[in-house]
C-alpha cells in the first residue's frame, strides 16, 4: 500500500513565524505535491516536484517555498506565517507517468492555524 | 481554461436510495480523470481512475463511467458510510506539467 505521511495533523502558529510542514512517501514516487484546501476553493496546487532538489510553481506559490532533498521528502515552508494561509494542507504523491496520468495518493493532512 | 464542475454540491439520500454524482469537464486533452472520497479531516483516499471514453470502473457500491465531456459515479444501495465529500479531478494535456484540476465536490450524506 502507498503510504503518504505528514509530520504533524494540527499545528497553530503566530503571524510572523516560519513554518515547516514535512511530508514522506514510502513508495519510491518521483513526483510529489503540495495542495491547501479552502471551504469554496477547493483544492489548489502550491508547488510540486518531479525530482531531488527539481521544484515547479504551481497555481498559488505565493509566500511559500518547497525543499526535496531526498526522494521520500517534500517540505513546504511558509517563510512568514499570516492569518490567510490559514487551511488544510495536503501532500500528495505520484509516480512520473509521460503517457497516462499517474494516480496521486495523499496524505492525511495537516490543519494550520495562523494567529 | 480548464476546468471541472461538479454537481450537486450537496445530496441527501436514504440508505438504499441509488443515485449518481456528475463531473463534467473542458480540457484541452484528457490523460486521465481521478475520483476520490474524502472524510471530514481527512486527505482524499483515491477511488478510480478512468483514461478514456466508454470506460467503467467497478468497486463496491459505486461505478465510475467516462464519456468525452462528463464523469458519473454512481452508488447502488449506499449504505451510511457511503457518506462523504467525492471529488473529480482531471490531468490535462499539458507538456511538462503533471498537475490535476479538481472539481469542487459533492458531499454525500446517507441516512439510515
Known amino acids: 500500500d502507498v503510504k503518504v505521511t505528514q509530520s504533524s495533523r494540527y499545528l497553530v502558529k503566530r503571524t510572523g513565524e516560519k513554518v515547516f510542514l514535512e511530508c514522506v512517501q514510502d513508495?519510491?514516487?518521483?513526483?510529489m505535491f503540495w495542495y491547501r484546501q479552502d471551504p469554496g476553493l477547493g483544492l489548489r496546487l502550491i508547488y510540486f516536484s518531479y525530482d531531488v532538489k527539481m521544484k515547479e510553481k504551481g497555481d498559488i506559490p505565493e509566500g511559500y517555498s518547497v525543499s526535496r532533498e531526498k526522494k521520500e521528502r517534500f517540505s513546504l515552508i511558509l517563510e512568514s506565517a499570516s492569518t490567510n494561509q490559514t487551511s488544510m494542507y495536503l501532500c500528495?504523491?505520484?509516480?512520473?507517468?509521460?503517457?497516462?496520468?499517474?494516480?496521486?495518493?495523499f496524505g492525511p493532512g495537516t490543519r494550520l492555524l495562523v494567529l | 481554461e480548464d476546468q471541472v464542475t461538479q454537481s450537486p454540491e450537496a445530496l441527501r439520500l436514504q440508505e438504499g436510495e441509488s443515485s449518481s454524482l456528475n463531473c463534467s469537464y473542458t480540457?484541452?486533452?484528457?490523460?486521465?480523470l481521478f475520483w476520490y472520497r474524502q472524510d471530514p479531516g481527512k486527505g482524499p483516499e483515491f477511488l478510480f481512475t478512468l483514461y478514456s471514453a466508454g470506460e467503467e470502473k467497478e468497486k463496491e457500491r459505486l461505478k465510475a463511467t467516462l464519456t468525452k465531456k462528463e464523469s458519473f459515479l454512481h452508488i447502488t444501495a449506499p449504505k451510511p458510510e457511503d457518506s462523504a465529500t467525492y471529488l473529480c479531478?482531471?490531468?490535462?494535456?499539458?507538456?511538462?506539467?503533471?498537475?490535476?484540476?479538481f472539481g469542487q465536490g459533492t458531499r454525500l450524506t446517507i441516512n439510515p
Open positions: 479531478a482531471v490531468r490535462p494535456i499539458i507538456q511538462g506539467a503533471q498537475k490535476l484540476v
Open positions: 500528495a504523491s505520484s509516480l512520473l507517468s509521460l503517457g497516462q496520468a499517474a494516480t496521486q495518493y
Open positions: 513508495m519510491d514516487h518521483e513526483n
Open positions: 480540457v484541452s486533452g484528457l490523460r486521465g
